[in-house]
């Protein structure tokens, strides 16, 4: 009797110590394997069935029919699920040829001026600003959009897409763009997250949430153009997500890269400098698709990139968000998007472009 107490004793003792194992292991970072144990025990997981689920992704309109038949009620609405009931896995991206603006605005029934949308039947748990810097690539916008909206409205999120158009024909400027993205978007809601988006990359997986983690998130880590993984570890170009906090910690983005490349870099760095480290999806969900074009005209490769990532660590206090100086030349309110089209000047400063007489630019 005695032996088989103690036998038992020994049996308990020993799942204890497991245990014990199991919670260390998964505390340093042995998150994966110890995951995978308890899936042995767990029923495998049914892909949602269906004819617009196959192999190729689903469409990314499905699901959205039964929001527009939901009457929008002003109070007293449960918040949205944790995890959106709509939102599937792959979807499938393709580009056809005829398509409208108003057809994506008849698509989007529930979307309105100045590209805004709420969920009409639970409170939202997540409010973001998608920033898209841009400038003659009105095709490519066509289609982002085509994909976007439905795409974030079946994630639940409450949202808003500003478009921000470089004036006049000086050298592109991506990261400045994006910093008056950030502060015209914030000026008019107090966002919780703002992904700063490439307007030619469309995301190919809806469970890509856009909402922010506790780190900057990099989403855009599996593109079709790099064979859907990372061209380089730190690689921090595309499609990033920062929380408002997070975007003034590192001091914004940097103002003077004008042209092609470095400026993604550059915000990677900053993301170390402000303390920070990079959060990234799951590779099979952060896959986005390029709509092919050859480089702009006006957006010639940045030959000063080099010396200039060099010197980011000396520089990032003093260019960024807190030196950002530029001329909001018009606001628009569409039914698709915000469109704020802006004099960000040259690498001489605002002078040779600013509208005169007018406003003082906005800093
Ligand atoms: C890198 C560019 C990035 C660009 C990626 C992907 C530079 C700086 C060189 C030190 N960086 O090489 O800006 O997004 O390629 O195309 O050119």
Sequence with gaps: MGTLQSKWRYLVMILGAQLVIMALLSKEGYQKRVTYFFRIFRKPEVPPAG???????????????????????????????????????????????????????????????????????CEARHRTAIIIPHRNREHHLKFLLYYLHPFLQRQQISYSIYVIHQARNFTFNRAKLMNVGFREAMREEDWECLFFHDVDLIPEDDRNTYICDAHPKHAAIAMDKFGYKLPYKS????????????????????????????????????????????????????????????????????????NMLAKTRHTWRQDGMNTAEYEVLSRQYLPLYTNITVNIGTNKGLEPYRAAPGPHPTR
Aim: net charge positive; hydrophobic share 30%.
């Design 51 to 121: 004819p617009l689920h196959n192999q190729t992704g689903r469409d990314v309109y499905a699901n959205l029919s039964q929001l527009a038949k939901v009457p929008l009620q002003e109070e007293g609405l449960p918040y949205c699920p944790r995890k959106s009931p709509l939102v599937g896995g792959p979807i499938r991206v393709t580009f056809p040829s005829g398509l409208t603006l108003a057809e994506v605005e008849r698509k989007n029934p529930l979307v309105v001026r100045g590209g805004r949308y709420r969920p009409p039947n």
């Design 235 to 306: 690689y921090f170009g595309g499609v990033s997500a920062l929380t408002p906090l997070q975007y003034l910690k590192m001091n914004g983005f940097p103002n003077n890269y004008w042209g092609w490349g470095g400026e993604d870099d550059d915000i990677g760095i900053r993301v170390s400098l402000g303390g920070m480290l990079i959060s990234r999806p799951a590779l099979k969900v952060g896959r986005y698709k390029m709509i092919k074009h050859k480089l702009d005209e006006g957006n010639e490769m940045n030959p000063r990139r080099f």
